[in-house]
């Protein structure tokens, strides 16, 4: 990522896209930057639906991944906008998901609002142990094989979470569905 996104400090989301489009534009003879600034196109579209989200405050890029950007805001939370709601077949926040503080809808946005996680001195034990608390929801773990410690952070109060939803999904569609009727039982 370059230095000069991931340095920003107190601009809205709108001018800290807008920044990272013209920053993707001056790159334009590199293949694929053209493409990802449309999709920042896309992100500002929606997001101006939403003043309140609009002005939001960003102090830096933390990352992206393949359906989600992520900032954090001034106030110290984290900021993730995805074009899909970012829990496979709507499964429920559980337990050993990020802790969301608001979540949403701009146009066609998602937007969630966490908590912060820490990822200093994590090794593959903690992602085990992750995967165990996944697997004992009755989810299937994806994404976090070998080194999924990208995929996982800590509170300040030392509780292991799930950062990426999208790495516990239902085992297959009968198993959501399976899920869904049981509430309704």
Known sequence: MDN????????????????????????????????????IDYYIKNICKDTELAETK???????????????TEDGDVLKLTRNNHFPLRRPHEDFDVPIKKQGKSGKVYYYFEEKLYQHNLNT?????IKDMIAKKGYKTWDLGGYGIHQIGLSESGQLYLLDPECARYKNIFHACWQKLKKII
């Open 4 to 39: 000069q996104i991931n340095s920003l400090h107190s601009k809205t989301i709108i001018e800290t896209l807008q920044d990272e489009k013209a920053n993707l534009l001056s790159r334009k003879n590199q293949l694929g930057y053209v493409n990802m600034a449309r999709d």
């Open 58 to 72: 960003i102090n830096r890029k933390i990352g992206e991944g393949s359906s989600a950007i992520v900032y954090e």
């Open 125 to 129: 034990g903690f992602v085990n142990q």
